[in-house]
């Protein structure tokens, strides 16, 4: 029987699913699923074609002898429902590191069992554990499902920086100088 998955929110009188959430730190066999993931992120922000990265990008970089980006899977059960990759940056004012977001995402189907909050949490205790000064990420304006999710949080936006990028032949000229 499965009735041990169904409790009742006496706060609500709502019958909520329990979930079996887990996550683990992603491993080489994950391959094929971060980029799968990767790929449902970018259709969701409208930026499919941007994804240039292989089997073997993923490989060189997250699973690495000395690895500089992190990946997290998250399963219900056994099922893989998301992941998130991260990385850890420097603060100068704080002299402190911080750990920064790289993506998050919990597919469509999965949502709604606490999978995006448990990987946040998941990250913050990260964060905590490695003595970083801040957890930050980043999130496109139009997103609103998720900006409503993280002010749900207490996470708060930076308004007053404005965030730079610099890719593609801009990149390499200033390289060359």
């Known amino acids: 029987m499965r009735f041990a998955r169904y409790f009742p929110d006496l706060n609500t009188c709502e019958t909520r699913l329990m979930t079996t959430l887990h996550i683990r730190p992603a491993t080489p066999a994950d ?40 990946g997290l899977i998250c399963l219900d059960g056994d099922t893989p429902v998301g992941f998130a990759v991260y990385f850890f940056n420097y ?54 499902p998720a900006i409503e999710f993280y002010d749900s949080l207490g996470a708060r936006p930076q308004s007053e920086w404005i965030r730079y990028r610099l890719t593609g032949q801009g990149l390499l000229d200033l390289a060359r100088g």
């Open 31 to 70: 391959t094929d699923l971060i980029l799968q993931f990767v790929r449902e992120l970018a259709i969701y922000e409208k930026a499919e074609s941007e994804v240039l990265a292989t089997p073997e990008h993923v490989q060189r970089t997250l699973f690495c002898p000395s690895p500089k980006v992190f």
């Open 91 to 144: 603060s100068t004012w704080q002299g402190r590191h911080g750990l920064y977001l790289e993506d998050l995402y919990v597919s469509p189907k999965h949502r709604g069992l606490g999978a995006g909050k448990a990987l946040l949490r998941h990250l913050a205790q990260i964060a905590v554990e490695h003595d970083c000064g801040r957890f930050e990420w980043s999130v496109l304006d139009w997103n609103t």
